[in-house]
Antibody
Framework: QVQLVESGGGVVQPGGSLRLSCAAS????????MHWVRQAPGKGLEWVAF????????YYADSVKGRFTISRDNSKNTLYLQMNSLRAEDTAVYYC??????????WGQGTLVTVSS | SYVLTQPPSVSVAPGKTARITCGGN??????VHWYQQKPGQAPVLVVY???DRPSGIPERFSGSNSGNTATLTISRVEAGDEADYYC???????????FGGGTKLTVL
């Protein structure tokens, strides 16, 4: 079955950096686009970034453009999110999600990122 | 950017029908998807492409989409349906994924 396991979350100071990883299994990772979606405490879902199956195109929410970079290593079945210049408002649970047409059909369990001094 | 508007909360008695709306400019021209999220859990897809159900989702969950409003309908509501529900579209003009603000369904 499809499994998406995020890692790399933690506490970081404002202005700091963090790299999230998402290990995928149970499907042909190299054939599917992937998203990162986040959820601040007590808030709704916010899409963060998307990468096509082969990494050829990447798209970002305005709130993270220029600070976050999505990437993937299809040889390792792993998705990444490099987060730089972190702000308090980036505090959230970050979900890795598998793309299917224009929706998400599978989600990971999420990893918590806390930006605080 | 494209905006999706949901009511913050909907309440319904067990056994009744709940309707959760999602408003957007000419949303009927887009494919709308719905997710259920229970506390402390990841979201789960319950309806995709306006009205299709993934395998394992009860027939009680259905969707429709026309004009400026999409609707998720939950028939014969059960206590286990209590959750937050989010609508979502892909805004092809900007290549953005857009989520509605979410609706908390309370089963009385």
């Amino acid at each position: 079955q499809v499994q998406l396991v995020e890692s790399g979350g933690g506490v970081v100071q404002p202005g700091g950096s963090l790299r999230l990883s998402c290990a995928a299994s149970g499907f042909t990772f190299s054939s599917y686009g992937m998203h990162w979606v986040r959820q601040a405490p007590g808030k709704g879902l916010e899409w963060v970034a998307f990468i096509r199956y082969d990494g050829s195109n990447k798209y970002y929410a305005d709130s993270v453009k220029g600070r976050f970079t999505i990437s993937r290593d299809n040889s390792k079945n792993t998705l990444y999110l490099q987060m730089n210049s972190l702000r308090a408002e980036d505090t959230a649970v970050y979900y890795c999600a598998k793309y299917a047409s224009s929706y998400v059909d599978y989600w990971g369990q999420g990893t918590l990122v806390t930006v605080s001094s | 950017s494209y905006v999706l508007t949901q009511p913050p909360s909907v309440s319904v008695a067990p056994g009744k029908t709940a309707r959760i709306t999602c408003g957007g400019n000419n949303i009927g021209s887009k494919s709308v998807h719905w997710y259920q999220q229970k506390p402390g859990q990841a979201p789960v897809l319950v309806v995709y492409d306006d009205s299709d159900r993934p395998s394992g989702i009860p027939e009680r969950f259905s969707g429709s989409n026309s004009g400026n409003t999409a609707t998720l309908t939950i028939s014969r509501v059960e206590a286990g349906d209590e959750a937050d529900y989010y609508c979502q579209v892909w805004d092809s003009s900007s290549d953005y994924v857009v989520f509605g603000g979410g609706t908390k369904l309370t089963v009385l």
